[in-house]
């Protein structure tokens, strides 16, 4: 397979969508660079013309008029909002990452040496930002410094924690576990032990960053996977070990976050109505605010993307150095129902529902790993977001949709619809 880096070519726009999610523990810039060069490409494509009409034909099934009634109804906000340049920006480029990745989709669904080059790429350069992630977050600290572009040093600057830089990579990571196993399942071979060993260090990368969300938003793809499978086999004997499986794995964790912070105590004037151990009150006080001030605008929110920017959101936390509401309320529910009311809030739930029962269902009709890969890739993703991360996000919102394309693109030809 040969690839001809000054020709526009499919293949080089599914080298460059391999490339992009991994490259994200370097940086933000670094992921959004391959994508940028892979819609030009794309522009250029003498069949570009038959990826927008699929692009099109997507926007008439029912995901995407539930997508769409969905923007709808979050434009009320922006007459609302006290930054409205600000929200309509926010706004404007869902659609957008919307639109360009479903012509990757359009792509690489037509191209199968394209989509196989992409898993290919997507697999060796998760394997190099693995060891650049753990070779950071053990011995060798002045790799991420460099790459952040703060000199080699241990110690660029005060306060400089590899944890705290690498932590979000290790949320993307766990929505990149199911589309690497998927990948090493379809190239087959040597493959699926160079994908085994990715996993493992994502999981590894998790761990160390004692990313809470993520191991939450692991768990959650974990039970998910486990009842799809329990449904698909009927086995009585398997099912009965898999419920025994999970209940032992909730009670293990349930002790480790017992034992690991069962001393926090919230302070007076916080929120902790769940145990701080198993939910700190730092989020809960967040979330409790953000619902109050949801409520000043019920129904249509207070404006996309500027929760943090309203007045009291910068009070600051009773015994902390957070604000009341931080830079986003670490909840995409209560971020979306504060910022765009009931009705944004309703019709986003609504797509969320329909989009993992069509994947779900879609698997036990047909079987199709890729359809798996898919949900787990929505599961982990949403999953996450109810503890951390902004909805609004632009890197979280391109990684999520961009690895579920892939796996969307690995359908057969008779269930790319």
Same mark, same amino acid.
């Given at each position: 397979?040969?690839i001809?880096?000054?020709?526009?070519? !499919?293949?080089?726009?599914?080298?460059?969508?391999?490339?992009?999610?991994?490259?994200? #523990?370097?940086? &933000?810039?670094?992921?959004?660079l !391959?994508?940028?060069?892979?819609?030009?490409?794309?522009? /250029?494509?003498?069949? &570009?013309?038959?990826?927008?009409?699929a692009?099109?034909?997507?926007?008439?099934?029912?995901?995407?008029?539930?997508?769409?009634i969905?923007?709808?109804?979050?434009?009320?906000?922006?007459?609302?909002?006290?930054?409205?340049?600000?929200?309509?920006?926010?706004?404007?480029?869902?659609?957008?990452?919307?639109?360009?990745?479903?012509?990757?989709w359009?792509?690489?669904?037509?191209?199968?040496?394209?989509?196989?080059?992409?898993?290919?790429?997507?697999?060796?350069?998760?394997?190099?930002?693995?060891?650049?992630?753990?070779?950071?977050?053990?011995?060798?600290?002045?790799?991420?410094?460099?790459?952040?572009?703060?000199?080699?040093?241990?110690?660029?600057y005060?306060?400089?924690? +590899?944890?705290?830089?690498?932590?979000?990579?290790?949320?993307?990571?766990v929505l990149?576990?199911?589309?690497?196993?998927w990948?090493?399942r379809?190239?087959?071979?040597? =493959? %699926?032990? /160079?994908?085994?060993?990715?996993?493992?260090?994502?999981?590894?990368?998790?761990?160390i960053?004692?990313?809470?969300s993520?191991?939450a938003?692991?768990?959650?793809?974990?039970?998910?996977?486990?009842?799809?499978?329990? @449904? /698909?086999?009927?086995?009585?004997?398997?099912?009965?070990?898999?419920?025994?499986?999970?209940?032992?794995?909730?009670?293990?964790?349930? /002790?480790?976050?017992?034992?690991?912070r069962?001393y926090?105590?919230?302070?007076?004037?916080?929120?902790?109505?769940l145990?701080?151990?198993?939910?700190?009150? %730092?989020?809960?006080?967040? =979330?409790a605010?953000?619902?109050?001030?949801?409520?000043r605008? +019920?129904?249509f929110?207070?404006?996309?993307?500027?929760?943090?920017?309203?007045?009291?959101?910068?009070?600051?936390? !009773?015994?902390?150095t957070l604000?009341?509401?931080?830079?986003?309320p670490?909840?995409?529910?209560?971020?979306?129902?504060?910022?765009?009311? #009931?009705?944004?809030?309703?019709?986003? #739930?609504?797509?969320?529902?329909?989009?993992?029962?069509k994947?779900?269902?879609e698997?036990?009709?047909?079987?199709?790993?890729?359809?798996?890969?898919?949900?787990l890739?929505? #599961?982990?993703? =949403?999953?996450?977001?109810?503890?951390?991360?902004?909805? =609004?996000?632009?890197w979280? %919102?391109?990684?999520?949709?961009?690895?579920?394309? @892939?796996?969307?693109?690995?359908?057969?030809?008779?269930? %790319?619809?």
């Amino acid at each position: 397979m040969r690839i001809d880096f000054l020709k526009p070519t !499919p293949l080089l726009v599914g080298f460059l969508c391999g490339l992009a999610v991994p490259s994200f #523990v370097y940086g &933000r810039a670094v992921l959004a660079l !391959p994508l940028l060069a892979a819609v030009l490409i794309l522009f /250029l494509l003498p069949k &570009r013309g038959t990826y927008w009409r699929a692009m099109i034909e997507k926007a008439g099934t029912p995901i995407g008029v539930l997508f769409l009634i969905t923007l709808v109804l979050w434009l009320p906000s922006m007459f609302i909002s006290p930054h409205p340049l600000r929200s309509f920006e926010t706004w404007i480029r869902i659609p957008v990452f919307v639109g360009l990745i479903t012509l990757f989709w359009a792509l690489l669904s037509r191209d199968r040496a394209a989509l196989s080059l992409a898993l290919r790429v997507l697999i060796v350069a998760n394997a190099i930002s693995v060891v650049f992630a753990l070779s950071s977050l053990t011995f060798l600290p002045e790799i991420l410094s460099l790459a952040r572009l703060s000199g080699w040093s241990a110690m660029p600057y005060e306060g400089f924690r +590899p944890p705290d830089l690498i932590k979000a990579f290790a949320s993307v990571g766990v929505l990149l576990v199911p589309v690497l196993m998927w990948a090493g399942r379809i190239l087959g071979g040597r =493959w %699926q032990m /160079l994908t085994t060993a990715n996993a493992i260090g994502l999981i590894a990368i998790v761990w160390i960053t004692f990313n809470r969300s993520a191991m939450a938003g692991l768990l959650m793809m974990v039970v998910a996977g486990g009842i799809l499978i329990m @449904i /698909l086999r009927r086995n009585v004997k398997t099912n009965m070990v898999i419920c025994v499986a999970f209940i032992a794995l909730f009670v293990a964790i349930l /002790l480790w976050l017992y034992t690991t912070r069962g001393y926090i105590v919230a302070p007076a004037d916080t929120v902790a109505i769940l145990p701080p151990w198993l939910i700190d009150y %730092q989020r809960q006080t967040i =979330w409790a605010h953000s619902i109050d001030m949801a409520m000043r605008s +019920p129904w249509f929110g207070n404006g996309i993307n500027v929760i943090n920017l309203l007045p009291g959101a910068d009070v600051a936390m !009773p015994r902390n150095t957070l604000n009341i509401i931080p830079s986003h309320p670490h909840n995409w529910l209560v971020e979306v129902f504060a910022e765009t009311g #009931v009705f944004g809030s309703v019709a986003l #739930v609504t797509l969320v529902v329909v989009l993992c029962l069509k994947l779900a269902g879609e698997y036990l009709k047909s079987g199709e790993t890729a359809f798996f890969a898919a949900l787990l890739v929505n #599961v982990g993703y =949403w999953s996450i977001g109810l503890l951390n991360v902004s909805f =609004w996000s632009a890197w979280w %919102q391109i990684s999520y949709l961009l690895l579920t394309a @892939i796996c969307l693109a690995g359908l057969r030809p008779s269930g %790319q619809n």
